[in-house]
């Protein structure tokens, strides 16, 4: 018995009681149903143990020898190779990959760049306030949920910030306010009490909210009787008076409030709100959190920006880093790619059909730990280990802490980790001297 | 009727753990789905042996529905998978995956298989 | 390793009163010898008319921290940026300093919630040896030791702390300043306590720098005063100098080695507390106090800066001056305060020039044996300026010269335009090697040529015998700038223009030694007190990393 940390989310719990003898997982404690899944992985039904290659349109177990020769075969006969995912590795195998990228005249990207990469993309322009969690719990008095719904995707993080008892907030839940903007009554409005605040806000009409609150800005008197994006009067007061007033008010980000639009940019528009909030505020602060759910997005960052001062879409040819306008989406729109390396993320899953089937009419290699559409689609599959199972690694918390993964188990059929099979492909490359 | 479509990760409908741990026809239960609110299930006057049709200039695509009253009027909300990007839109270089304007209707047809989709992908190779 | 003879050189070793006499320098397994067992192998290069020189050794540099990474994040999207630092990644640092002579390097401040990132980028910076200093200003775990006298108690939580994540050394910088949670408030005095902690800033200065001496640590407390660069640090810097002489603090550092740090307090970036111009009541303290040291923080201004700090009094000035740049700040897990954002130095703004004469003043005035040369890179410099700045120390022309297009009320009344005085080609090995090494507590080993030192050097194409460096400042440079050898544990890692970037430096740690104490009883409360108000446990402060290439000091 003894604790890990778990690698099914971004939180990075630490607190997960694993039975194992070092071959074996007998028992989970304490883990979530995200938690739970991440470590039935292991021996899930679909789990896939060795290489695979697609031999007249089945999936066919092959030696590691002929995966990896095959593998090599299609980078070699690619000239713009486009290497994508990465937010479900170690920190360890995005460096490697972003070497082979760098190697093999690549394009690479992790998932962060759809997701959490966009708002620290626009912090570079605008700046930004972060806090990490154990500052929530210490000091937070005001959480909002914008476009977030941790109780599906971070499921323990409402636990961790809002209802435990922190330092300076030692009547923990009572003293927390808990504010979600959403269009759709999401499993995350469970835990609202009285004193909170929900605030179901008309489809796209979060950009009026936001106008209205820059306007407005702590002075609740002008604020339009018949409300604005469906939210009404008072709610919006008691908004504004919240974010005013709140001593240690944190802002947790999803989904919703990245979603483009062709008139504005609703990233750009929250982060001069809350500049603005900052300066005026007499009493506290507001600072962001960035809720990513793939336990490692916020590592690619960081290592991208330690190895090339970059921290998404790098472009290499000829060794060398390049200025590039291109993007990840536009890479695949624009068909700029020839073959693709997909690295522990599902595209054809969870990319608009329009650009997953671009990426399904090249030739793919997925390094992955079990089916999904896009090993329906692989020419080549390439398994591993689970990482912070079967095998270790930094990661990063979706608060930016660098949270260390430990192996629990040997991994199974001793599959390779990510960062052992980037390298040999690395490897293998580098000897045969290719282009 | 024009609607928009929300899609979200849903705990219950996780496209990751149905392909880690079911069979295609969890996969299709699970995740070929879609939600409304009660007033719009009367709306579109559907029965529980109907599905729905959701489609844009990108594509259409055939699912189950449900009722939720979480729902607001006017939007269906479907788990992410590669059934919702169907319909979800690149946009000036962005991905648009919520409040994507869609045409929805009844219809009596057979919910899109995942093999059907697959093998639309693989044919284009 | 193979055996290295660097024959005929004119060697300059302070540490052991070698100035410029002609003499052999025989590195085998990486150590400085005085003969080889066997004569095989022996890879020879004659330095004859060449100056040879211990490597160099950086004390307080940025280049291994989340902080730097949300500079370089700004600066990724700016062209001046990337023309001038290169991304500020890893290799350009590395590339950089080696180019420079450096084969040490010291990361001045982490917290520990965030030492994983400083670990896993040090342990992908090339060549280099390092280590890094943990910021314990804010550590909540130690409000009681803080408060209390609870020294040792406090000493057996750190050492094991430091352990954990392999830290080096203990920063002090503005004590739980992160605490007054209004980013616009800033703190108007050291000596007043917070309306959440029951101590004042200087009782944390204080309580670190015993701590620090009871672990026996190979460096002393290395601080950081409150409002630097504005004109509250004049007189937080006198305060907190006086404080902790009235300690009556002597250096206690444990390590085995023979060369040990003679202060008990390390300043950082001393350029930058005097604005007015005036730093002669800090020059009388340390010339009166040889416990006390300094880095001094050149300026070199560059295009355009990063700023890393974790000081509010700076980013409210910066902020209230419409400084351009976009700023990152964060909180982190209740460690302390966060900033990061650019800047321009100017030679048209006198402020600017201040801090610039101020590290040459302070150069002037105080014994080198105090001083060691810095740039708070990346900071006020690049390290690449090096070459420049070291001829403003050298020379008096090359001085005036810089000066000349300075702003003009600032070369009316600075003493510096006045003052003649010049270092010595010696001065400058003592600041640059000699003098850092031994702050660090790792004199034996570093910056040292004499037996048993790490086989570090550099041969410069410079003969002193028949160079002015104070007239021909033009050679001197052009030395530095094009140093013909790094050598590091005997390896050539730089020779003329080819740079060797693969091998791997270790990472320097120490945790001290506690006196005995009830070690279990006293983690075991940290312990309790992590678990009730952090996200980890205390355990996941724990690093994972190779022994193999650590280096355990004490």
């Given at each position: 018995?003894k ?19 070092g ?8 883990a ?7 470590f039935?992985?292991?021996s899930a039904?679909?789990?896939i143990?060795?290489p695979l290659?697609r031999?007249d349109g089945e999936?066919?177990?092959v030696?590691w020898?002929e995966?990896?020769?095959k593998a090599?075969e299609?980078?070699k006969n ?5 290497l ?6 170690s920190?360890?195998a995005?460096?490697v ?10 394009f ?9 990469g966009k708002i ?8 930004i ?9 210490n ?7 914008w ?5 599906e ?5 409402l636990n961790?910030?809002?209802f435990s ?5 030692m009547t923990g839940?009572?003293?927390k ?7 759709i ?12 605040l929900?605030l179901?806000?008309?489809p796209?009409k979060?950009i009026?909210?936001i ?7 702590c002075?609740?008197?002008?604020i ?9 009067k ?5 908004l ?5 007033g ?5 802002i947790i980000?999803?989904?919703g409030?990245i979603?483009p639009?062709?008139d504005?940019?609703l ?5 001069e709100l ?5 300066e005026?505020?007499e ?16 590592g690619f960052?960081?290592?991208a920006?330690s190895s090339?001062g970059v921290s ?5 040819k000829h ?10 989406v536009s ?6 790619f ?9 595209p054809i899953?969870?990319?608009p059909h329009s650009l997953?089937s671009k ?6 290699i ?6 999904t559409a896009?090993?329906?689609?692989a020419?080549v599959?390439l ?6 199972i079967?095998s ?5 918390r979706?608060?930016?802490v660098p949270?260390e ?13 990510d960062e ?12 045969g001297?290719?282009? | 009727m024009?609607?928009l479509?929300n899609?979200m990760r ?26 409304i ?10 029965v529980?042996?109907?599905?729905l049709?959701?489609?844009n200039?990108?594509?259409d695509?055939?699912?189950n529905v449900?009722k939720d009253d979480n729902v607001p009027?006017g939007t269906v909300v479907?788990?992410?998978?590669i ?13 648009l ?8 209707e ?6 899109m298989?995942f ?5 639309e ?5 | 390793m193979?055996?290295?003879l ?6 300059f070793?302070p540490f052991?009163?070698i ?6 320098i025989?590195i ?10 066997s004569s ?8 004859k008319g ?5 490597a160099?050794v950086e ?5 291994a921290?989340q ?6 994040l700004i600066?990724?999207?700016?062209q001046?940026?990337h023309?001038?630092?290169n991304?500020?990644?890893l ?5 950089d300093y080696i180019?420079?002579?450096?084969t040490?390097?010291?990361?001045a401040n ?11 980028d ?6 280099l ?9 804010n550590?909540?775990a130690l409000?009681l030791?803080?408060?209390k ?13 430091l ?15 992160a605490?007054y949670?209004?980013?616009k ?16 800033p ?5 309580k670190l ?9 190979p ?7 409150e409002?630097?660069?504005t004109?509250?640090?004049?007189e ?5 100098l006086i404080k902790v002489?009235?300690?009556g ?5 444990k ?7 003679s ?6 970036h001393?350029?930058s507390?005097?604005?007015?111009g ?7 303290i340390?010339?009166e ?5 300094m880095d001094l923080g050149?300026i070199g201004f560059?295009?355009l800066?990063?700023?890393i700090?974790?000081d ?5 000035k910066l902020?209230?001056s419409?400084?351009?740049y ?6 982190v ?7 990061a954002?650019l ?19 302070l150069?002037l005035?105080?014994?080198p ?11 006020y ?5 090096l070459?420049?700045i ?13 000066m000349?297009d300075?702003?003009?009320?600032f070369l009316k009344?600075?003493s510096?335009i ?9 001065d400058?090995?003592?600041?640059t ?6 702050s ?7 910056g ?5 030192a790490?086989?570090d050097?550099?041969i410069?194409n410079l003969?002193?015998n028949?160079?002015?460096?104070s007239?021909d ?5 052009s ?10 544990a005997?390896?050539?890692i730089k ?7 693969n091998?791997?430096g270790k ?10 104490e009830d070690i ?10 992590y678990?009730k108000y952090y996200s980890n446990?205390y355990?996941s402060y724990n690093?994972d990393?190779n022994k193999?290439?650590l280096?355990?000091i004490v």
């Amino acid at each position: 018995m003894k604790r890990f940390t778990c690698s099914g989310c971004s939180l990075l719990c630490d607190d997960i009681i694993v039975q194992s003898d070092g071959l074996f997982i007998s028992e989970v404690m304490g883990a979530c149903l995200k938690g739970k899944e991440r470590f039935d992985q292991v021996s899930a039904k679909n789990r896939i143990t060795s290489p695979l290659i697609r031999k007249d349109g089945e999936l066919k177990e092959v030696s590691w020898d002929e995966a990896t020769k095959k593998a090599i075969e299609i980078i070699k006969n690619s000239s713009i190779p486009l290497l994508y995912g990465f937010s479900n590795v170690s920190c360890e195998a995005q460096d490697v990959g972003i070497k082979l990228a760098q190697k093999i005249n690549g394009f690479i990207d992790s998932n962060a760049s759809i997701c959490q990469g966009k708002i620290l993309n626009k912090a570079k322009s605008l700046g930004i306030n972060l806090t990490t969690i154990t500052e929530i719990i210490n000091k937070g008095d005001l959480i909002i949920l914008w476009g977030a719904n941790p109780a599906e995707t971070v499921p323990r993080l409402l636990n961790k910030v809002l209802f435990s008892r922190g330092k300076f907030r030692m009547t923990g839940r009572e003293i927390k306010t808990l504010v979600i903007v959403d269009p759709i009554k999401t499993a995350s409005f469970r835990v609202m009490g009285v004193r909170d605040l929900p605030l179901i806000i008309e489809p796209n009409k979060d950009i009026d909210l936001i106008r209205m609150l820059k306007e407005e800005c702590c002075s609740v008197d002008s604020i339009p009787s018949q409300g604005v994006a469906g939210i009404d009067k008072n709610d919006l007061k008691r908004l504004l008076l919240h974010l005013t007033g709140a001593e240690n008010g944190v802002i947790i980000l999803g989904q919703g409030v990245i979603q483009p639009h062709p008139d504005y940019n609703l990233v750009e528009e929250l982060l001069e709100l809350l500049q603005m909030i900052n300066e005026r505020q007499e009493k506290g602060r507001i600072s962001l959190l960035l809720m990513g759910g793939h336990f490692n997005m916020a590592g690619f960052d960081h290592v991208a920006l330690s190895s090339f001062g970059v921290s998404g879409k790098l472009e290499f040819k000829h060794n060398q880093l390049i200025k590039t306008d291109d993007t990840l989406v536009s890479k695949i729109e624009k068909e700029n790619f020839d073959s693709s390396i997909i690295v522990g993320t599902d595209p054809i899953s969870h990319l608009p059909h329009s650009l997953s089937s671009k990426i399904a009419k090249k030739p793919l290699i997925l390094i992955d730990n079990h089916h999904t559409a896009t090993s329906h689609i692989a020419e080549v599959v390439l398994p591993t280990a689970i990482t912070g199972i079967e095998s270790g690694g930094l990661a990063y918390r979706l608060d930016q802490v660098p949270i260390e993964l430990n192996k629990i188990i040997n991994p199974s059929n001793n599959l390779p980790s990510d960062e052992e099979l980037l390298n040999q492909l690395y490897r293998l490359i580098n000897q045969g001297g290719s282009e | 009727m024009e609607f928009l479509l929300n899609s979200m990760r849903k705990i219950n409908n996780d496209q990751v753990k149905e392909h880690a741990f079911g069979t295609e026809q969890s996969l299709e239960e699970r995740l070929a789905i879609c939600f409304i609110n009660p007033k719009d299930f009367e709306k579109l006057k559907l029965v529980s042996s109907l599905h729905l049709k959701i489609s844009n200039k990108e594509k259409d695509v055939i699912v189950n529905v449900e009722k939720d009253d979480n729902v607001p009027e006017g939007t269906v909300v479907m788990p992410v998978s590669i059934w919702s990007n169907r319909l979800s839109v690149v946009q000036n270089n962005e991905l648009l995956y919520k409040n994507i304007a869609v045409k929805i209707e009844a219809t009596s047809e057979p919910i899109m298989k995942f093999k059907e989709i697959i093998n639309e992908l693989l044919v284009k190779k | 390793m193979p055996k290295l003879l660097v024959k005929n050189g004119f060697v300059f070793d302070p540490f052991n009163n070698i100035e410029g006499e002609k003499k052999d320098i025989l590195i085998n397994d990486g150590k400085v010898v005085d003969k080889f067992v066997s004569s095989s192998n022996i890879k020879e290069i004659d330095a004859k008319g060449k100056t040879v020189i211990p490597a160099a050794v950086e004390i307080h540099a940025h280049i291994a921290s989340q902080q730097l990474s949300w500079a370089r994040l700004i600066g990724s999207d700016n062209q001046d940026f990337h023309n001038h630092w290169n991304g500020l990644t890893l290799n350009a640092i590395a590339k950089d300093y080696i180019s420079n002579g450096y084969t040490f390097i010291v990361e001045a401040n982490v917290f520990p919630s965030l030492t994983k990132q400083t670990i896993f980028d040090l342990q992908r910076l090339p060549v280099l040896d390092k280590a890094f200093l943990l910021n314990t200003s804010n550590l909540w775990a130690l409000e009681l030791e803080f408060q209390k006298e609870m020294v040792a108690e406090g000493a057996v939580f750190l050492s094991n702390l430091l352990e954990k994540v392999k830290a080096f050394g203990l920063k002090a910088y503005d004590p739980f300043e992160a605490e007054y949670w209004n980013w616009k408030v800033v703190r108007k005095s050291l000596t007043e306590k917070g309306r959440l902690f029951n101590f004042t800033p200087m009782d944390v200065y204080e309580k670190l720098s015993r701590f620090v001496e009871h672990l026996g640590l190979p460096h002393s407390i290395h601080a950081h005063i409150e409002g630097y660069e504005t004109h509250y640090s004049k007189e937080n810097l006198l305060r907190t100098l006086i404080k902790v002489k009235s300690l009556g603090l002597k250096p206690n550092p444990k390590n085995d080695f023979g060369i040990k740090r003679s202060q008990i307090f390390h300043l950082a970036h001393g350029s930058s507390y005097n604005m007015d111009g005036d730093n002669s009541e800090l020059i009388k303290i340390y010339n009166e106090n040889q416990d006390f040291d300094m880095d001094l923080g050149f300026i070199g201004f560059n295009a355009l800066n990063p700023l890393i700090t974790s000081d509010r009094h700076l980013i409210t000035k910066l902020i209230n001056s419409a400084n351009p740049y976009k700023l990152i700040r964060s909180s982190v897990e209740s460690e302390g305060d966060s900033f990061a954002t650019l800047r321009k130095f100017s030679k048209k703004k006198k402020e600017d020039c201040i801090m610039w004469a101020n590290a040459i003043d302070l150069a002037l005035s105080i014994t080198p044996w105090q001083l060691q040369f810095s740039i708070n890179y990346p900071n006020y410099a690049d390290i690449i300026n090096l070459p420049e700045i070291a001829s403003w120390l050298i020379s008096n022309n090359a001085r005036e010269q810089y000066m000349t297009d300075m702003e003009s009320s600032f070369l009316k009344g600075n003493s510096l335009i006045s003052n003649s005085k010049v270092l010595t080609f010696n001065d400058f090995i003592i600041l640059t090697r000699s003098s850092p090494a031994k702050s660090l507590g790792i004199g034996s080993i570093k910056g040292n040529l004499g037996l048993g030192a790490d086989g570090d050097l550099n041969i410069l194409n410079l003969n002193l015998n028949d160079t002015d460096i104070s007239r021909d400042y033009e050679k001197f440079k052009s030395a530095l700038v094009n140093i013909e050898y790094v050598i590091k544990a005997g390896g050539i890692i730089k020779d003329h223009e080819k740079i060797n970037l693969n091998s791997s430096g270790k990472v320097f740690w120490a945790s001290g030694k506690p006196e005995k104490e009830d070690i279990k009883s006293i983690l075991t409360k940290k312990e309790v007190f992590y678990q009730k108000y952090y996200s980890n446990f205390y355990n996941s402060y724990n690093t994972d990393i190779n022994k193999e290439i650590l280096r355990k000091i004490v």
